[in-house]
């Protein structure tokens, strides 16, 4: 499992480094961080935020964004998620890693101000016990469960004087979770969302 884990670091180094040259080539690709808070119902895996047998718990993490601008109303997001996967494979010896392509739909209220809606849709990969399990005491047996993660956002966008993207909002995600060795697991969350973009 370790060597899976190492892949997924590599993975991310390596599709941060692809955008960062596209960005430089592209005038329609935006850079930003994104920053996500909130809470989620999860009867699969384990939650290092909460004890032992509660299903779910606080969810957190720090994203890259690539936004690739289509047109002045439509533009697509790749989410990949960064401070999750290398804090939970560094410090918990487990692995949760959930990239997303976010569809973005603009909607302008006036000037500065806009109206953003989001259908998004990736995919969750997990490594590690289940929710009864404690982080440092009576840890259970690891195993890999995948599913696709399925979001809404609904945001607002504050253009500030050099028209860069500042997004706030929330999601909602689903996450139907498969597994060889458990039955299928749902997770369940709404999180608040910011945004910047350089």
Known sequence: MKLVKH????????????AIYNIHAEENWTIGVNFMLGGRYDDLRMCVGSPPGAKGGPIADIMVNFKYQVDQEFALVFNLPVMRPILFATAFDMLQFEPEVTFEFKKAIKDDLDFLIGPGVGLSLHYGP??????????GESFFA?????????AFNFQNSAEKD??????????PLFSKERAPGTVLGL???GSIYF
């Open 7 to 18: 892949r997924i670091l590599l993975l991310i180094i390596v599709l941060f480094n692809v």
């Open 130 to 139: 289940d929710y009864e399990s404690d982080v440092d005491e009576n840890r």
């Open 146 to 154: 995948a599913g696709p993660f399925i979001s809404s956002l609904f």
């Open 166 to 175: 500042r997004i706030v909002g929330a999601r909602a995600f689903y996450v």
């Open 191 to 193: 999180a608040l969302e």
